[in-house]
């Protein structure tokens, strides 16, 4: 039995969609018992049988037996996995095979427990991951190996052309709370202006941003104006998972349109790693809707974004 193990629930959420979407059922989901009830209703019928949720973790041995049902996969988050509560589960399955989804995405000291906990069994560990990059036009690679992988991410790829990476200055554009998320009306205004311009062009592209509450509203706009809208705009998180792959999955694409949305405090943009997903899913081109003030000015001017709008320099910028 292998055990495939991501940095965050979302991470997980989407592997397992991956794997039910190539019809792979023979895994167990070990997933914490409210994280379970956010699954869309008709995903999570498909899979309910592959859930063991976190309330069942102290099962007895024949319990768990009888929910495991010799699984050839058990896929769970990093944290789970570090969990005292699944011993019985380790006892049962023993964890010896770990396969890690992008493992540049966890810190080196989060492996510590597992290693650790598992010094007696553990045999082999996966990290998925490589030094060479073919997806990123060059502007862009070249940035993110500066950057983030302390240039030793090296790019394959035909287009050098600097407007590979481009920003579009949305002014008067300010971030609203929405319950624990955020939105910006304006950025959305902008996102669907270029979501028409690209449909009409005929080009591939998706959406990205940090914020639910941001994706939602992005949607609805989608809708109202008669745009593609399935499949089409995403939360980060849920578009990242390089094990996606294997399973013929689709977190790239040929161009992508982020709306930061955040226009005073830096919010997701703190967590380097988080950012470095959102700015590494083009094939072509990307364009990043947000406050020129905010990026290269404001508090975001220290972030990823910032240096990536200070390397760019001011031709990348559009009104």
Not at 77 to 91: A, F, G, H, K, V
Not at 159 to 166: E, G, L, P, Q, V
Request: positive net charge; hydrophobic residues 40%; aromatic residues 10%.
């Amino acid at each position: 039995t292998i055990w495939l193990v991501a940095q965050s629930n979302v991470a997980v959420r989407n592997i397992a969609e991956k794997l039910d979407k190539v019809g792979f059922r023979d895994f167990k989901l070990l997933v914490s018992k409210d994280f379970h009830y956010d699954w869309h209703e008709d995903l999570y019928q498909s899979l309910e049988h592959c859930f063991i949720r976190s309330d069942l973790f102290g099962g007895s041995v024949v319990e768990i037996s009888r929910l495991l049902l010799d699984a050839r996969v058990i896929l769970c988050t990093l944290s789970t996995l570090s969990n005292p509560n699944i011993d019985t589960i380790t006892r049962i399955v023993p964890v010896q095979t770990v396969i890690f989804d992008e493992a540049s995405q966890i810190e080196v000291g989060d492996y510590v427990p597992l290693l650790q906990r598992f010094q007696n069994s553990l045999e082999k560990m996966v990290f998925i991951g490589d030094d060479k990059q073919h997806r990123m036009p060059v502007v862009i690679g070249d940035f993110i190996s500066d950057h983030v992988y302390n240039k030793k991410l090296k790019t394959k790829h035909d287009d050098t052309s600097k407007t590979a990476c481009r920003f579009l200055d949305v002014k008067m554009g300010w971030e609203e709370s929405v319950g624990h998320s955020w939105i910006n009306q304006k950025e959305i205004s902008a996102v669907i202006g270029l979501a028409r311009l690209y449909e009409t062009q005929g080009k591939k592209f998706k959406i990205l941003t940090p914020y639910d509450a941001q994706r939602t509203k992005i949607e609805e706009q989608l809708k109202s104006a008669k745009l593609r809208w399935e499949d089409k705009c995403f939360n980060v998180d849920s578009f990242q998972g390089k094990i996606w792959l294997m399973f013929g999955a689709g977190n790239e694409e040929d161009h992508i349109i982020i709306s930061l949305v955040r226009s005073q405090g830096v919010g997701f943009l703190k967590n380097v790693r988080r950012t470095n997903v959102m700015l590494t899913r083009c094939k072509k081109s990307m364009i990043i809707c947000t406050s020129r003030d905010f990026v290269t000015r404001g508090q975001a001017a220290g972030t990823l974004v910032g240096k990536l709008a200070a390397t760019m320099g001011p031709q990348a910028w559009q009104d």
